[in-house]
């Protein structure tokens, strides 16, 4: 069964108010990303908040698909920076947002999840893969 813990939600009102004043930000089309990195945090974790906004997908049904597909992606790939995070004591609190008018398929937002993953450890730790 696909899991998407309460853990790794971002839920916080705080914490996506300040994510959305100060995150870092770029595209990677059709999803706008934002982030923040956080240093010896007291709850090294990764938290994420999905959003699919009416303004781009109008009926309900493809906004669910939409996260459904975001939130499978990001639970196949997210291990690899996770662990990093978790063995720096740090926490990372991460946004996707889709902003495209049509719907993306899973392989292209497979392939889309990777790379903001892959974009987000090169500003972070400064590494290429």
């Known amino acids: 069964m696909n899991k998407f813990p309460k853990g790794e939600r971002l839920n916080n009102v705080k914490d996506i108010e300040t994510l959305y004043a100060k995150g870092d930000r770029f595209m990677a089309y059709p999803f706008s990303v934002r982030f923040i990195y956080r240093e010896h945090s007291d709850n090294p974790n990764m938290s994420v908040l999905i959003v699919s906004p009416k303004r781009y997908q109008k009926l309900s049904v493809n906004r ?34 889709l902003v495209s008018k049509t719907m993306p398929d899973f392989q292209l937002t497979e392939q889309k999840v990777k790379y903001i993953f892959d974009t987000i450890e090169n500003k972070i730790f400064g590494e290429t893969n």
């Open 64 to 97: 669910n698909r939409a996260k459904r597909l975001l939130r499978e992606a990001y639970r196949l790939n997210k291990h690899d920076l996770q662990t990093k995070i978790q063995t720096n004591n740090s926490q990372l609190l991460l946004s996707i947002c």
